[in-house]
């Protein structure tokens, strides 16, 4: 798919966009984008946005925040609006629920910054790893700088029997799948080049749960070399995943990525100059 072809069917994929006009900044290209893909969080939302805005302005960068509703049903898309016209944000709404990888695609779309990261919208992680991400990808020696739970000098709390049984299903597909052991597939932390965004999201073809492994594998093919920030997690997180759906899921997107594979329908030739001088 062509640029042009992935922003056509992004746009005809919105039901509403919200651009705030407030703020001057919104209005050029700017260093940092974060992108939040938001469901049925109004009880916290506006707390995340709040933080999140505190912690950007520390910064000597110019940001932008993307936040995009993925048909959510309890007024998540209210609040949204009102930070759209109120303080400085985008909003992106899908009047249906079209997975998390649908709403962090569409929310890179719209992105402009230098750099991008997508992370969770109840910011489960220190904000300082956030910018320590910033940091690696100003060095201009990474384009992907992901965290990784399994670092060494990470640190998380005890999670529910569930997540740790959805986990390591999710890490033996990952692994089939991409290869590799080192990659935390699914850490809510991840921040790109613009440059290597604009080629590599309008690639994928997951909407769902195994986007990041998608988005990992295509990395893999391609030699782009990641790096690994430490992560620290503060809070455990609002979950919306059913995890019967989830798991079936898994399987039908495993499935499709690997019949893409073994069909040689990916081309990352694109994405293997990416950052390199010519």
């Known amino acids: 798919m062509s640029a042009s072809q992935f922003q056509r069917s992004h746009n005809q994929a919105l039901s509403h966009v919200s651009v705030d006009s407030k703020d001057s900044q919104l209005h050029g290209s700017?260093?940092?984008?974060?992108?939040?893909?938001?469901?049925?969080?109004?009880?916290?939302?506006?707390?995340?946005?709040?933080?999140?805005c505190e912690h950007l302005d520390t910064l000597s960068s110019s940001w932008e925040i993307i936040m995009v509703d993925d048909g959510s049903e309890d007024g998540t898309w209210n609040l949204?609006?009102?930070?759209?016209?109120?303080?400085?944000?985008?909003?992106?709404r899908f009047e249906e629920n079209r997975g998390?990888?649908?709403?962090?695609?569409a929310g890179m779309a719209e992105a402009r910054g230098k750099y991008r990261i997508f992370t969770d919208v109840d910011l489960p992680y220190r904000l300082e790893n956030m910018s320590n991400c910033l940091e690696r990808l100003g060095s201009e020696r990474y384009q992907a700088v992901f965290g990784n739970r399994q670092h060494p000098e990470s640190?998380?709390?005890?999670?529910?029997?569930?997540?740790?049984?959805?986990?390591?299903i999710v890490r033996f597909v990952s692994t089939f799948l991409v290869g590799r052991r080192d990659i935390d597939t699914q850490c809510g932390l991840k921040g790109f080049s613009g440059e290597l965004a604009d080629l590599l999201f309008p690639m994928l073809t997951i909407d769902g749960f195994l986007f990041d492994v998608e988005l990992c594998f295509l990395l893999a093919e391609a030699g782009v070399e990641i790096c690994f920030i430490p992560v620290h997690l503060v809070n455990q997180g609002h979950s919306t995943v059913s995890f019967l759906r989830t798991g079936s899921s898994t399987v039908v997107d495993a499935s499709r990525i690997k019949v893409r594979r073994l069909r040689h329908s990916y081309d990352v030739s694109s994405l293997m100059n990416v950052g390199k001088i010519s």
């Open 30 to 52: 700017c260093e940092v984008s974060i992108i939040l893909p938001c469901y049925n969080c109004a009880p916290f939302v506006e707390r995340s946005f709040d933080t999140l």
């Open 100 to 105: 998390k990888g649908k709403a962090v695609i």
């Open 80 to 92: 949204v609006q009102r930070f759209a016209q109120d303080s400085g944000c985008k909003g992106i």
């Open 155 to 168: 640190s998380i709390v005890e999670i529910s029997r569930g997540r740790r049984v959805a986990g390591r």
